[in-house]
Each structure stands twice: as structure tokens, then as C-alpha cells.
């Protein structure tokens, strides 16, 4: 509820929290690529390790909004993202989507993104449940030095 909390409050305030961390250095905020129209990032808090964020670099929020440049790019990136994790995670399933609107889930407004999150057999537990609680077996900072080698510049 804290991360939620904390969305809330930054959707409501002056500015985007992507297009802030676009101008920042991309090793400082976990980007692993940029392309022309899109980037792929680390969620700073993720449902499971190597949890990324997959986004047009444009600040569009409504996905009907999204040129055909950006839903072909953000869709290989998709696919690259997915065959990174899949060679150094080795994940069992993914699960792939986008949170449109407060009512759904989207603790960033006006900044279309989908989400990558590698699944594991099992990796859902009782930790959540009774002790609102994730465990994390790696930092993000750790999985970003570990994939960002695996994403070649175009």
C-alpha cells in the first residue's frame, strides 16, 4: 500500500515521473535501452525479480494514443525483453499487461507502459497474504547490472 500511496501522490503533482527519469543518466534510474520511440526500464518495485517496464518515449497516456511507430517498437522491445529474461532467468511464464486508468491499477497516469514480469513455478506464496510482505531474492540494482550486457544498442 505504500508504493501505492506513493504513486497516488506523485500522479497528482506537477510533471511525470517517466519523463523525469528520461532526463536523468540511464545507469542512474535502471534503463536498460532506448530506441527511437520507446525504452525499456527496471520497476523500481516489482512483483518479481526482473520486473521491467516497456513505454513510449513520448508522454502519451491512452493506449489508442500510440503511433504505429511506437506500438511496433514498444512490442520488439516487448519480445527482446522477454528473450533477455528468458536466458538469464529462466523464468517458467511471464506475465505481460498494461494498467490503464486509477480504477485498474495504474499508479502512473498519463504515461502508457507495460509491464514484464517473469514467472516462476511457485514463485506466488503465503508472504503476501499474511505478512504483506515480498521477498525479493535479488535488489533491482543487481538484476540491472546483470541483464543491461544483454540488451545490444540498435
Known amino acids: 500500500m505504500a508504493y501505492i ?19 536523468r543518466p540511464d545507469e542512474d534510474v535502471f534503463i536498460l535501452k532506448r530506441t ?7 520497476n523500481l518495485f516489482p512483483y518479481n525479480p526482473g520486473h521491467m517496464l516497456i513505454s513510449p518515449l513520448r508522454h502519451v497516456g491512452e493506449f489508442p494514443e500510440l503511433t ?19 536466458a ?5 511464464g511471464f506475465n505481460i499487461g498494461m494498467n490503464l486508468g486509477r480504477v485498474a491499477g495504474a499508479g502512473v497516469l498519463g504515461h ?10 511457485g514463485d506466488a506464496n ?4 499474511t505478512g504483506e510482505t ?16 544483454l540488451f545490444p544498442s540498435d
Open 5 to 23: 500511496d506513493e504513486a497516488r501522490d506523485e500522479a497528482t503533482e506537477d510533471g511525470c515521473v517517466f519523463c523525469d527519469l528520461l532526463a
Open 36 to 42: 527511437a520511440n520507446a525504452f525499456v526500464i527496471m
Open 68 to 86: 504505429q511507430e511506437e506500438l511496433a517498437e514498444t512490442g520488439r522491445l516487448m519480445q527482446e525483453s522477454m528473450e533477455v529474461l528468458k
Open 88 to 92: 538469464h532467468m529462466a523464468p517458467d
Open 112 to 121: 502508457a507502459h507495460y509491464h514484464v514480469v517473469p514467472r516462476w513455478s
Open 126 to 129: 503465503f508472504m503476501p497474504v
Open 134 to 149: 515480498r521477498v525479493m531474492p535479488e535488489d533491482v540494482a543487481t538484476t540491472y547490472r546483470k541483464l543491461l550486457p
